[in-house]
């Protein structure tokens, strides 16, 4: 059997030292040679099919290069192209990506944050992170949430503008009894999109009565459902805290024999994946999904690299997606 090739095989056809030829094939160290060098060595690494023994390198190094990547609900269309991009952007730094699903659930989220850490898991990306959650203790970033501290990296959309470009749509058609079936207010993204569409409403001179304002439990189909059939019966139209909720609405709307959008308006968050396809085609705030997790990706390297710099918050840019689900009111 032919044997695998070495460290060494790889300096010699590089025309380097192993250990530049090591440095060069390690992302964290990757640095400290030339780029012109590093590219060399990892063209001869290719040719020769190297691959470096990461349990050999883990005793050498103290890292893994792996992070876990842990999030509420892989059911929902919004996080694959997240979890794509940032797979995508710890590929690029020689970084694998060892994700987990919790479905929302706390005790899982722990019980798989303590598996990976027994893995030497180098960090984490987490898109479960709560408002109140304390900062963790090893490296770690916040994808499409924030803590009310700021005190963990995070990569968020800009939900505020999200949230104003629908009321001002609606607004611009006609609309004065907005309704609003918000997110779960201790996540980020549904207390900061309820904020928004308060504030909104006032810049407008429009009123936000209590009972056109719902809560739903979960970012999910089914909450939304409840939410909106909670809604005072007057509204006509409903900016939902995300696409999911945005669906419920449509489900709650034909239960109560309304037609969207002749009868009530609907506006999601997100522009999740099909969210076109759905009937009537879901007004929807577009995020730039995989780029946040390449964003994420980039500050949980940067992280793992200086772990004492100050948390970085990174807002994302948003885009409103006008289709079928609004109409000026009858």
């Known amino acids: 059997m032919e044997k695998p090739p070495t460290i060494k095989d790889v300096a010699s056809l590089a025309k380097v030292h192993a250990a530049t030829a090591s440095r060069a094939l390690n992302p964290q160290t990757r640095g400290k040679v030339s780029t012109r060098t590093a590219n060399r060595v990892l063209e001869a690494a290719k040719t020769l099919g190297y691959a470096p023994n990461s349990a050999a390198r883990m005793l050498r190094t103290k890292t893994s290069s792996v992070a876990g990547v842990i999030i509420p609900d892989l059911r929902n269309p919004v996080f694959p192209p997240i979890v794509r991009g940032i797979e995508d952007g710890l590929h690029e730094a ?28 180098d960090g984490f990306i987490l898109a479960t992170g709560r408002r109140t959650d304390p900062a963790p203790t090893v490296p770690t970033v916040l994808v499409n949430r924030r803590s009310d501290a700021g005190d963990v990296p995070s990569v968020t959309n800009d939900n505020n503008a999200g949230i104003f470009s629908a009321v001002e749509l609606l607004a611009s058609l006609g609309h004065t009894r907005i309704g609003h079936a918000a997110g779960p207010q201790g996540l980020s993204t549904g207390w900061e999109r309820y904020r928004a569409f308060v504030d909104a409403m006032d810049s407008h001179g429009l009123a936000v009565e209590p009972g056109r304002v719902t809560f739903a439990t979960a970012f999910t189909e089914e909450a939304g459902y409840r939410a909106a059939m909670a809604l005072q019966g007057d509204v006509t139209a409903i900016i939902a805290g995300n696409d999911l909720i945005a669906l419920g609405c449509y489900s709650a709307l034909a239960e109560r024999g309304l037609c969207c959008p002749d009868d009530v308006s609907v506006v999601g968050f997100n522009d999740m994946p099909f969210a076109d396809r759905q009937r009537p085609g879901l007004t929807t705030v577009r995020i730039p999904h995989y780029e946040m997790g390449l964003e994420a990706a980039r500050l949980l390297l940067e992280r793992i690299a200086n772990p004492t710099t100050p948390a970085k918050r990174v807002i994302l840019p948003v885009e409103l997606v006008r289709r079928g689900s609004v109409a000026p009111p009858r």
């Open 94 to 121: 020689g970084y694998m990506a060892l994700l987990g699903n919790t479905d929302g659930d706390e005790e899982r989220e722990r019980e798989l944050l303590l598996a990976m850490r027994g893995r030497q898991t």
